[in-house]
C-alpha cells in the first residue's frame, strides 16, 4: 500500500514537471524565436519584361528600351508590356491602367495614375520620374 501512495506520487510529480516543461517552452519562456522570411520573385533584367526574362512570351524576341528618366514611358501610348517594365507594376497593374485609359480617354497628368486602383502615393512616387504624359488635342475642323 505505501508503494502504490510512492508510486502515485511519483506519477504525479512528473506529470506536473511535464505539464510545466511543455508550458514554458510553448510559452515566451522557450527562447525561441519566429523568423520571417520574404520571398520575391527575381525581376527581369532592364530592357526586358518578366515573360522574356522567363522565357514565356515566344511573340517578345526583341527587347523593349529601357525606361529611364531621359527617357520615360508615355503613358497614353505605353503597351502592357512596357508598362510592366516600370517598378512595382505587374500584369494586373499593367492592364488596369490600359482599363483607365481606354475608360476615360487618357491621361492629362501624370498625377492622374494615382486614379487607378492598386496605384497610391508610394506606388506613385516610385514610377513618376519614368513616365510622361503627352497630351494630344483633337482638332474640331473649324477654323
Given at each position: 500500500?505505501?508503494?502504490t501512495?510512492?508510486?502515485?506520487?511519483?506519477?504525479?510529480?512528473?506529470?506536473?514537471?511535464?505539464?510545466?516543461?511543455?508550458?514554458?517552452?510553448?510559452?515566451?519562456?522557450?527562447?525561441?524565436?519566429?523568423?520571417?522570411?520574404?520571398?520575391?520573385?527575381?525581376?527581369?533584367?532592364?530592357?526586358?519584361?518578366?515573360?522574356q526574362a522567363?522565357?514565356?512570351?515566344?511573340?517578345?524576341?526583341q527587347?523593349?528600351?529601357?525606361i529611364?528618366?531621359?527617357?520615360?514611358?508615355?503613358?497614353?501610348?505605353?503597351?502592357?508590356a512596357?508598362?510592366?517594365?516600370?517598378?512595382?507594376?505587374?500584369?494586373?497593374?499593367?492592364?488596369?491602367?490600359?482599363?483607365?485609359?481606354?475608360?476615360?480617354?487618357?491621361?492629362?497628368?501624370?498625377?492622374?495614375?494615382?486614379e487607378?486602383?492598386?496605384i497610391?502615393?508610394?506606388?506613385?512616387?516610385?514610377?513618376?520620374?519614368?513616365?510622361?504624359?503627352?497630351?494630344?488635342?483633337?482638332?474640331?475642323?473649324?477654323?
Open positions: 500500500m505505501k508503494e501512495k510512492v508510486s502515485w506520487l511519483i506519477y504525479t510529480l512528473l506529470a506536473a514537471l511535464c505539464a510545466f516543461s511543455l508550458g514554458w517552452l510553448l510559452g515566451s519562456g522557450g527562447g525561441s524565436r519566429t523568423a520571417t522570411v520574404e520571398l520575391t520573385a527575381p525581376s527581369a533584367p532592364t530592357g526586358q519584361t518578366q515573360a522567363d522565357g514565356t512570351d515566344a511573340e517578345a524576341a527587347t523593349l528600351p529601357a529611364t528618366e531621359e527617357h520615360p514611358l508615355e503613358l497614353n501610348t505605353a503597351t502592357q512596357q508598362l510592366e517594365q516600370l517598378p512595382g507594376i505587374g500584369p494586373t497593374l499593367a492592364e488596369a491602367i490600359l482599363s483607365y485609359r481606354e475608360q476615360f480617354g487618357g491621361f492629362t497628368t501624370k498625377e492622374q495614375l494615382m487607378v486602383p492598386g497610391g502615393e508610394k506606388r506613385y512616387g516610385a514610377v513618376e520620374a519614368l513616365i510622361s504624359v503627352e497630351v494630344q488635342y483633337e482638332s474640331s475642323g473649324r477654323g
